[in-house]
């Protein structure tokens, strides 16, 4: 009979041990959280400069067709309904909504450029609103 009080009154973990545990795993998430929101960061941006490349496609498609590029007043609107003073229009060049980037932001689109030597800007604001993503 006093063995099997003495088992069950070892049984389970002491205080310490948790405390062990859990101070464990709030290290090893503070180390790790940080490097797992920095890749996920680095990941947006990096599907924001792939996917302004693919509209970029998109609007030079649209500019073998129509002679041209959208004007800033179109704006991208203009690859998916057809503006009134363009006849030549063969679209709709992207299916659904106009594209937004990755943190859920209209792009930015410009035409003529404000940059020398590009045709059209065609920007995401980015994660904090102010870091400009543009056409290459």
Known sequence: ?????????EA??????????IAILGLLIGLVAPAALRQLGGARVSVAKQSIERI?????????DTGHYPKS??????LIE?????SSWNGPYVKGAVPVDP??????YRNPSSRAGRDYDLCSAG?????AICNP
């Open 82 to 86: 057809r503006p009134s003073s363009v």
């Open 127 to 131: 994660a904090s609103g102010t870091d």
């Open 103 to 108: 943190w859920n932001h209209s792009y930015t």
């Open 56 to 64: 970029g496609s998109v609007l030079d498609m649209y500019k073998l």
């Open 12 to 21: 389970g973990f002491t205080l310490l041990e948790l405390l062990v545990v």
């Open 1 to 9: 009979m006093q063995t099997s009080r003495h088992h069950q009154a």
């Open 73 to 78: 007043e179109q704006g991208l609107v203009a």
